[in-house]
């Protein structure tokens, strides 16, 4: 983008409240966050310490599950909520599997937009797309110009919809708008899907969503089985909705595990991989 468009994507920004995709990249460390979204973070860190390493969990467990279902022969990635790009990014880890892999990343906060150059350097064989979209209009993500360029929905695809729906409360129908992306995928493609909860620390966490909602943003977080709602329909593979450290964890995974960091309470999320039959 020029400085003409850089501006503009500025001006569309919203600062009068957070966004996830700010508060998460301040969680992670990142620097492409604002005034209001620190404040945010910091507010929620007051009401539950475990954020940061919420965060880290699940970019974690992305990352694993990613690998995963590249590694069962899915070539084709929707990434909805897609973040401020960190690296490795999706296709990064994808395409160390499968350097052929395509992925279309999707998000509908102008700063992601800024930085999507990072998330376009695909291998030669692959191939990557960036639109600006929200989840809460699949049909605008399912017909956009970049997944009928780079995706072929007649083969399966990997839906991945991470860390972004307990920004989503019951009105906006978070259900709904899943089936809604699932349905035109084929046969054999998988959601990637994770979402935090309440379950381990509820007044902690009825703390943290008052005052999220305080400083303008809002969010729903669910139980086990509210979670496990969202996989009707589908094969869930072993071991299920779990925590994310327990889902195929790594050699770094039970190293934070044994060391303490890693804890049902710190993480506070449920994580699942379904294939669609």
Known sequence: MNESQ??????RLNLDRPHGAR?????????????????????LLEAFPGFRTAARSNRMWMHRAARYVAERGITQFL?????????PNLHEVVQQVVPEARVVYADNDPIVLAHSRAL???????????LEADVTDPQSILESAEVKDVLD????????????FHYLPDALKPYDLVQQLLEPL????????????P????ELWERAIEVYKADGGDAQVRSKDEVARFFDGLELVEPGVSAP???????ETERLVENGEFTDVSCSLWVGVAQKP
């Open 245 to 251: 450290f327990r889902w195929h964890p790594d050699a």
């Open 153 to 164: 929905l007649s083969k399966p695809v990997a839906l991945s919809l991470v860390g972004v």
């Open 6 to 11: 850089d501006a503009e994507v500025y001006d």
């Open 79 to 87: 990434d909805v909520g897609t973040g401020i790009p960190t690296s």
């Open 120 to 130: 376009l350097v695909s291998t030669p064989e692959g191939k990557t797309a960036y």
């Open 23 to 43: 508060v998460y990249d301040y969680f992670l460390g990142g620097k492409d966050n604002f005034a209001i979204d620190r404040q945010a973070a910091e507010h």
């Open 199 to 202: 379950d381990f620390a509820p």
């Open 186 to 197: 084929a046969s054999g493609s998988y959601l990637i899907f994770s979402h935090c909860t």
